[in-house]
């Protein structure tokens, strides 16, 4: 049967969770990929998370997606990055076993039902009046469709560069996919080409460790997923980083390659300030920073190659080597790979709406790479959205649309589509206004409600998580009131140093201390260990608590600000909106606001070239 | 839907009433084509040059209403950016309010309040803040309030505004950037270099901030409290103010019972003078009602002149008693009654003749200097005389020395960035780009109708 309800073409990050979100959601969904054995591949770097990329995993795991159970199954190191900073910083990262995780990949995909897997190649989409309606592969399949998401990811017409020699292909020893951009540019959508870089590959025995800083994973490592079961966690071995520098002989080499570099030529067009993939621009763009890190990363339990994290380059083959033996434990390093760039297609995401669908061709979606952005965590949380929103239009459910403030994926979305800049788009903390609230401790409590309603979490699922998270307002809820009795804790604040209590305090003040932990709070004396038997003997229920109550102003005064944006946010406009009747705007922006379409009027304060005065202009003329 | 593009509005512009003329406004897309048919010059208007003044009558049903000048404004050069109609009639009302109703009858609606500035801000002919100088303009009442909204208007506080904001998202991005490459543990901006431009910013607020005062002086008007003991010559110095006899003067102690309120523009500076009743202990009921309305006026005063018998001793208690009631850098004591003694003033006492109207030059110049610290504001200086500016600067300084406090304790990025952020909102607020109901109800509502 050629006949589905949704096709995926591409089984990267974005395609998986797209195809599994949709064929849980009772669909029947094919995912037209490639290489059947290639799914989930991480192209790039062996890793999945960091910063505010950790996020993302945690806010797919808490809508039901995919891609936190796989790290979990393929890790080999644990971290939490940035505990230095506050809590709203923190963010995981894991180092995967490349092979592990897409074996884990092809595992999970196979026991989903009413999912098919069909190796080939999407070469064209169809319409009719408008509305997809089928595809053409490359093995000449006909596929009848409702709806098709693109995950094509970077293998649309894409082309690797070493120096300047280019050579075909999506990823490395992989083909292009041909045929569907062309296809797409027929039916009227704008492409661009943009690229991304990746690091040279070194042999594991060829590195001097023994003069490199060991980098290890947490002790008390922790998964990403809420499903992973924490008592046999993590389940594979575990594997150190390294770290080692760059320095100025390096810099020095390296510039001698910068005439050779097609990344370079794109820094000079003004590639933005944010992202910052390769070493070549490190060293232009802090050319005041004499030294760069850079991490040797494990690609797997029994791979012989190292991953050489921050050294990213699409310089010529040897200056790269000529470089690294000049960094420290890199002096006779064997390179197996060297970096590479890859240039490919996108569709500059204007062309969709906040669900995902294109603004051109209804039941066309696009997900990943292909609007744009770069990393997989950001792919696979637009595959999940485009998924679910996908499969909610054929099933007529309310569409998934979430909300700036409400998690990262929202900014992601509201990002793509206001600001559709041409550098490739990775997630950053600084790009959430909101971040204090978007936290990854409590990405279950902000998101799993919908995941429970789209039937990505069971009943059973959700209600352990409102077990959790009830037990946590419970527990603040009673140390706010909680008096605790100078001589119950003065011994303890003297031991510390601190000033001591003249009169009893909640438990609450004593936690917002900064120099005291909820733990100390709580085992300053016995009788509280009996009333908060329930927590006292788990870490992460406790971190939550202290965080809810060591930075409940915060918080507050962040929600308060969300309510008052609210008003803006919620204020709808019309969508087929006649931008051309009000005089008071500027030429460019009516030209955006006509091709952007903003749903609401917050969506349009956020399109660049959009002024304070247009804005206001608008606002006046809706409520008139 | 789009009903602004289509209706044409009318209003009249000058104020309700008797006049030498009245301007009835006009406004909306080919609005000549109406006017034609009721007004009759030498050619009519649609087909005269753009922006030019006409004389001829209106006619309706055979009847001349009036004899009138017609100025037309082709769009986009007009107050509201459209096609626009300026009538000067006679200023009777009955002419005024027939032209009206024959203008309501050729497809024409009456404007709401604020509709014809609400249209000239639709058409980008300016922005909010500066919209909001144009209800001031129209409500301001002398000179320097003119001079303070004109600034407004011309943009200042918006360019001001920017640059503060400015140099915010540089310290902003730096931060962000940071953390960014949290994992590298860079610092692009020296904290101590973050502490200097935001204290140089907070300073700026603080400026603004106490322009308020200032600024709503020149709006509002000072309030200056003429007090003393019965018989110093209140009465006839408020009278003298006046230039007629407002207040009733008598040589019994004890003459004012009520307070008397008259306006007096000096130097085009709006000053409104209180002229209290005595204080003394008394039996009697009314004039003790009197004495404590003349201590409430003094705690609403801006300024109060403590008016004193130039002959008579200075009662201690009583001055301690009126700087308990008002800072007494805002009180100034005024000898009174200087032409019928002998004895001499010191420098520094202000020596005046309520009579003669000798010394009060002086006094005005005084005044002026303690009220309006002319020196710090010029002309051409920013003057907020907005209360809601007030409020955002107030809340926005707050966030600052918020953000300061937490680069001292050595906070993380984030909270260092919150509080900058929220700096940034609420600037926002002041040049629009946050925009809510009740910012714009707050704004357009301040209008009347015609403007
Ligand atoms: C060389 C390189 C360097 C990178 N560097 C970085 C980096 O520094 N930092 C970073 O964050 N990210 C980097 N990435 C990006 C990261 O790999 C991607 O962002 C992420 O994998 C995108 O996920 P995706 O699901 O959109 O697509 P992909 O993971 O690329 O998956 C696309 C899948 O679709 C299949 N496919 C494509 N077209 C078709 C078609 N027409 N029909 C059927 N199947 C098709 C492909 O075979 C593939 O399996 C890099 C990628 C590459 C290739
Ligand atoms: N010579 C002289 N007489 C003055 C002067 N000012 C006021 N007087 C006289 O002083 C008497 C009291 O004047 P008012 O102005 O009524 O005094 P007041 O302070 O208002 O008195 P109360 O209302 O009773 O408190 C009147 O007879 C005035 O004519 C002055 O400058 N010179
Ligand atoms: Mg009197």
Redesign the pocket.
């Given at each position: 049967m050629n006949n589905f309800d949704i096709i995926v073409?591409?089984?990267?990050?974005?395609?998986i969770e797209a195809s599994v979100s949709a064929a849980r959601m009772g669909l029947k969904v094919a995912l037209?990929?490639?290489?059947k054995n290639?799914l989930g591949?991480l192209?790039?770097?062996p890793a999945i998370g960091g910063s505010a990329k950790g996020h993302l995993v945690h806010e797919i795991d808490a809508l039901g997606g995919v891609m936190g159970i796989l790290a979990d199954n393929s890790g080999i190191q644990f971290r939490t990055l940035n505990k230095s900073k506050g809590p709203a910083i923190w963010a995981a990262r894991s180092q995967n076993d490349r092979k592990i995780y897409t074996l884990e990949a092809i595992d999970y995909l196979s026991k989903i039902e009413n999912l098919e897997i069909i190796e080939d190649?999407?070469t064209e989409a169809i319409e009719e009046n408008k509305q997809i309606v089928g595809v053409i592969t490359k093995k000449g399949n006909h596929f009848v469709t409702k709806s098709l998401i693109i995950?094509?990811?970077?293998?649309?017409n894409g082309v690797m560069y070493t120096g300047l020699t280019p050579s075909i292909g999506?990823?490395f020893k992989?083909e292009a996919?041909v045929g569907?951009t062309e296809s797409l540019v027929k039916m009227g959508f704008v492409s661009g080409r943009l690229k991304?870089?990746?690091p040279p590959r070194l042999h594991k025995d060829s590195i001097n460790y023994s003069i490199l800083e060991e980098q290890p994973g947490d002790e008390n490592p922790l998964p990403f997923s809420f499903k992973t079961n924490k008592s046999k966690f993590p389940f594979l071995p575990q594997l150190s980083c390294y770290l080692t520098y760059t320095n100025e002989e390096v810099h020095r080499i390296l510039e001698t390659g910068f005439d050779f570099s097609p990344m370079f030529r794109g820094l000079i067009d003004g590639v933005g300030p944010r992202y910052c993939?390769s070493i070549e621009d490190k060293i232009v763009r802090f050319n005041d920073k004499l030294k760069h890190q850079l991490f040797i990363e494990p690609e797997g339990l029994d791979s012989i190659e190292m991953y050489l994290n921050g050294f990213?380059s699409s310089l010529p083959a040897e200056i790269q080597l000529k470089a690294m033996k000049k960094i420290k434990g890199l002096e006779n390093v064997e390179m197996l790979r060297p970096g590479?760039a890859?240039e490919y297609d996108f569709f500059p995401p204007y062309q969709i709406d906040l669900n995902y669908e294109t603004k051109l061709i209804k039941g066309l979606y696009f997900a990943?790479?292909?609007n744009g952005?770069?990393?997989?965590e950001?792919?696979a949380g637009q595959?999940l959205l485009a998924g679910i929103n996908a499969a909610a239009k054929i099933l007529g459910m309310p569409e998934l649309i979430l909300k700036r403030s409400e998690a990262y994926l929202g900014v992601l979305i509201d990002d793509l589509v206001g600001k559709s800049t041409d550098e490739p788009y990775?997630m950053f903390t600084s790009r959430a206004e909101h971040r204090l609230l978007l936290r990854q401790d409590n990405a279950m409590e902000r998101l799993s409600k919908y995941g429970y309603k789209y039937g990505l979490i069971t009943k059973e699922e959700l209600n352990q998580i409102e077990e959790k998270y009830s037990l946590i307002h419970k527990t603040i809820f009673s140390l706010n009131k909680l008096k605790i009795k100078p001589n119950q804790i003065n011994n303890l604040l003297e031991t510390k140093n601190l000033s001591i209590l003249d009169n009893s305090e909640t438990a609450s003040k004593l936690i917002k201390r900064p120099e005291l932990t909820i733990s100390d709070v709580l085992s300053s004396f016995p009788n509280n260990e009996k009333k908060f038997s329930e927590i006292i003997d788990k870490p992460e229920i406790l971190e939550k608590i202290e965080i809810e109550i060591k930075y409940e102003g915060y918080i507050q005064k962040q929600q308060e600000l969300v309510e008052k944006l609210d008003k803006i946010e919620n204020v709808q406009i019309p969508h087929d909106f006649d931008y051309s009747i009000i005089k008071g705007f500027s030429t460019e922006a009516r030209q955006k606001l006509t091709k952007i379409k903003p749903r609401t009027l917050g969506q349009a304060t956020r399109i660049s070239g959009v002024t304070p005065s247009d804005i206001s202009v608008l606002f006046v003329y809706l409520k008139s | 839907m789009n009903k602004f593009d289509e209706d044409i509005i009318t209003a009249l512009a000058t104020p309700n009433g008797e006049g030498a003329i009245a301007v009835i406004r006009v406004s909306g897309k080919e609005c000549f084509n109406q006017i034609d048919k009721i007004f009759k010059g030498k050619i009519p208007l649609s087909e005269a040059k753009k922006n030019t003044i006409h004389y001829g009558k209106i006619i309706y049903k055979n009847e001349i209403i009036d004899d009138v000048l017609v100025s037309i404004f082709h769009s986009p050069n007009s107050y509201t950016g459209e096609d626009s109609v300026e009538i000067s009639t006679h200023g009777n009302p009955l002419i005024v309010q027939k032209i009206i109703e024959i203008l309501l009858k050729q497809n024409i609606r009456l404007a709401e309040p604020g509709e014809f500035t609400k249209r000239a801000f639709l058409n980008g002919k300016f922005d909010l803040t500066q919209a909001e100088a144009v209800a001031d303009i129209i409500q301001s009442r002398n000179d320097s309030a003119l001079k303070g909204a004109r600034n407004q208007l011309n943009g200042l506080l918006s360019a001001q505004i920017n640059n503060i904001k400015n140099s915010l998202i540089e310290i902003i991005s730096l931060l962000e950037l940071e953390l960014d490459f949290a994992e590298e543990d860079l610092l692009f901006i020296s904290r101590n270099e973050i502490i200097t431009k935001i204290e140089k910013i907070i300073r700026t607020f603080e400026v603004l901030i106490s322009s308020y005062k200032f600024g709503r002086i020149l709006r509002d008007g000072v309030n200056v409290a003429i007090v003393g003991k019965p018989n110093v010559g209140k009465s006839s110095l408020l009278n003298y103010f006046v230039k007629e006899n407002r207040a009733i003067v008598s040589e019994i102690p004890g003459t004012t019972r009520d307070v008397i309120i008259e306006e007096v523009n000096i130097e085009g500076v709006l000053f409104k003078f209180y002229d209290t009743a005595g204080f003394r202990e008394s039996e009697d009921e009314i004039e003790i009602l009197g004495v404590q309305k003349s201590e409430k006026t003094i705690l609403q005063a801006d300024f109060v002149l403590l008016i004193h018998d130039v002959e008579q001793e200075l009662d201690l208690n009583f001055y301690n008693k009126i700087i308990s009631l008002i800072e007494e850098n805002r009180v100034l004591l005024v000898q009174n009654k200087i032409d019928k003694t002998i004895k001499k003033l010191k420098e520094n006492e202000i020596g005046i003749s309520a009579k003669t109207g000798e010394g009060i030059e002086k006094l005005f110049k005084v005044l002026l200097e303690r009220i309006g610290q002319t020196k710090i504001y010029t002309e051409n200086s920013l003057i907020i005389n907005n209360i809601r500016h007030l409020e955002i600067l107030t809340k926005a300084k707050n966030y600052l020395t918020n953000a300061v406090k937490s680069i001292e304790e050595n906070q993380s990025q984030e909270f260092i960035s919150i509080e900058i952020r929220y700096t940034l909102e609420m600037l926002d607020e002041i040049i629009g780009v946050v925009t809510t109901d009740e910012i714009l109800n707050n704004i357009f509502n301040k209008f009347c109708i015609g403007k």
């Amino acid at each position: 049967m050629n006949n589905f309800d949704i096709i995926v073409a591409g089984g990267g990050h974005a395609g998986i969770e797209a195809s599994v979100s949709a064929a849980r959601m009772g669909l029947k969904v094919a995912l037209i990929t490639m290489d059947k054995n290639g799914l989930g591949r991480l192209s790039c770097n062996p890793a999945i998370g960091g910063s505010a990329k950790g996020h993302l995993v945690h806010e797919i795991d808490a809508l039901g997606g995919v891609m936190g159970i796989l790290a979990d199954n393929s890790g080999i190191q644990f971290r939490t990055l940035n505990k230095s900073k506050g809590p709203a910083i923190w963010a995981a990262r894991s180092q995967n076993d490349r092979k592990i995780y897409t074996l884990e990949a092809i595992d999970y995909l196979s026991k989903i039902e009413n999912l098919e897997i069909i190796e080939d190649i999407v070469t064209e989409a169809i319409e009719e009046n408008k509305q997809i309606v089928g595809v053409i592969t490359k093995k000449g399949n006909h596929f009848v469709t409702k709806s098709l998401i693109i995950a094509a990811g970077t293998f649309l017409n894409g082309v690797m560069y070493t120096g300047l020699t280019p050579s075909i292909g999506g990823r490395f020893k992989e083909e292009a996919a041909v045929g569907l951009t062309e296809s797409l540019v027929k039916m009227g959508f704008v492409s661009g080409r943009l690229k991304t870089g990746t690091p040279p590959r070194l042999h594991k025995d060829s590195i001097n460790y023994s003069i490199l800083e060991e980098q290890p994973g947490d002790e008390n490592p922790l998964p990403f997923s809420f499903k992973t079961n924490k008592s046999k966690f993590p389940f594979l071995p575990q594997l150190s980083c390294y770290l080692t520098y760059t320095n100025e002989e390096v810099h020095r080499i390296l510039e001698t390659g910068f005439d050779f570099s097609p990344m370079f030529r794109g820094l000079i067009d003004g590639v933005g300030p944010r992202y910052c993939p390769s070493i070549e621009d490190k060293i232009v763009r802090f050319n005041d920073k004499l030294k760069h890190q850079l991490f040797i990363e494990p690609e797997g339990l029994d791979s012989i190659e190292m991953y050489l994290n921050g050294f990213s380059s699409s310089l010529p083959a040897e200056i790269q080597l000529k470089a690294m033996k000049k960094i420290k434990g890199l002096e006779n390093v064997e390179m197996l790979r060297p970096g590479y760039a890859v240039e490919y297609d996108f569709f500059p995401p204007y062309q969709i709406d906040l669900n995902y669908e294109t603004k051109l061709i209804k039941g066309l979606y696009f997900a990943g790479q292909i609007n744009g952005t770069s990393g997989y965590e950001e792919a696979a949380g637009q595959g999940l959205l485009a998924g679910i929103n996908a499969a909610a239009k054929i099933l007529g459910m309310p569409e998934l649309i979430l909300k700036r403030s409400e998690a990262y994926l929202g900014v992601l979305i509201d990002d793509l589509v206001g600001k559709s800049t041409d550098e490739p788009y990775r997630m950053f903390t600084s790009r959430a206004e909101h971040r204090l609230l978007l936290r990854q401790d409590n990405a279950m409590e902000r998101l799993s409600k919908y995941g429970y309603k789209y039937g990505l979490i069971t009943k059973e699922e959700l209600n352990q998580i409102e077990e959790k998270y009830s037990l946590i307002h419970k527990t603040i809820f009673s140390l706010n009131k909680l008096k605790i009795k100078p001589n119950q804790i003065n011994n303890l604040l003297e031991t510390k140093n601190l000033s001591i209590l003249d009169n009893s305090e909640t438990a609450s003040k004593l936690i917002k201390r900064p120099e005291l932990t909820i733990s100390d709070v709580l085992s300053s004396f016995p009788n509280n260990e009996k009333k908060f038997s329930e927590i006292i003997d788990k870490p992460e229920i406790l971190e939550k608590i202290e965080i809810e109550i060591k930075y409940e102003g915060y918080i507050q005064k962040q929600q308060e600000l969300v309510e008052k944006l609210d008003k803006i946010e919620n204020v709808q406009i019309p969508h087929d909106f006649d931008y051309s009747i009000i005089k008071g705007f500027s030429t460019e922006a009516r030209q955006k606001l006509t091709k952007i379409k903003p749903r609401t009027l917050g969506q349009a304060t956020r399109i660049s070239g959009v002024t304070p005065s247009d804005i206001s202009v608008l606002f006046v003329y809706l409520k008139s | 839907m789009n009903k602004f593009d289509e209706d044409i509005i009318t209003a009249l512009a000058t104020p309700n009433g008797e006049g030498a003329i009245a301007v009835i406004r006009v406004s909306g897309k080919e609005c000549f084509n109406q006017i034609d048919k009721i007004f009759k010059g030498k050619i009519p208007l649609s087909e005269a040059k753009k922006n030019t003044i006409h004389y001829g009558k209106i006619i309706y049903k055979n009847e001349i209403i009036d004899d009138v000048l017609v100025s037309i404004f082709h769009s986009p050069n007009s107050y509201t950016g459209e096609d626009s109609v300026e009538i000067s009639t006679h200023g009777n009302p009955l002419i005024v309010q027939k032209i009206i109703e024959i203008l309501l009858k050729q497809n024409i609606r009456l404007a709401e309040p604020g509709e014809f500035t609400k249209r000239a801000f639709l058409n980008g002919k300016f922005d909010l803040t500066q919209a909001e100088a144009v209800a001031d303009i129209i409500q301001s009442r002398n000179d320097s309030a003119l001079k303070g909204a004109r600034n407004q208007l011309n943009g200042l506080l918006s360019a001001q505004i920017n640059n503060i904001k400015n140099s915010l998202i540089e310290i902003i991005s730096l931060l962000e950037l940071e953390l960014d490459f949290a994992e590298e543990d860079l610092l692009f901006i020296s904290r101590n270099e973050i502490i200097t431009k935001i204290e140089k910013i907070i300073r700026t607020f603080e400026v603004l901030i106490s322009s308020y005062k200032f600024g709503r002086i020149l709006r509002d008007g000072v309030n200056v409290a003429i007090v003393g003991k019965p018989n110093v010559g209140k009465s006839s110095l408020l009278n003298y103010f006046v230039k007629e006899n407002r207040a009733i003067v008598s040589e019994i102690p004890g003459t004012t019972r009520d307070v008397i309120i008259e306006e007096v523009n000096i130097e085009g500076v709006l000053f409104k003078f209180y002229d209290t009743a005595g204080f003394r202990e008394s039996e009697d009921e009314i004039e003790i009602l009197g004495v404590q309305k003349s201590e409430k006026t003094i705690l609403q005063a801006d300024f109060v002149l403590l008016i004193h018998d130039v002959e008579q001793e200075l009662d201690l208690n009583f001055y301690n008693k009126i700087i308990s009631l008002i800072e007494e850098n805002r009180v100034l004591l005024v000898q009174n009654k200087i032409d019928k003694t002998i004895k001499k003033l010191k420098e520094n006492e202000i020596g005046i003749s309520a009579k003669t109207g000798e010394g009060i030059e002086k006094l005005f110049k005084v005044l002026l200097e303690r009220i309006g610290q002319t020196k710090i504001y010029t002309e051409n200086s920013l003057i907020i005389n907005n209360i809601r500016h007030l409020e955002i600067l107030t809340k926005a300084k707050n966030y600052l020395t918020n953000a300061v406090k937490s680069i001292e304790e050595n906070q993380s990025q984030e909270f260092i960035s919150i509080e900058i952020r929220y700096t940034l909102e609420m600037l926002d607020e002041i040049i629009g780009v946050v925009t809510t109901d009740e910012i714009l109800n707050n704004i357009f509502n301040k209008f009347c109708i015609g403007k």
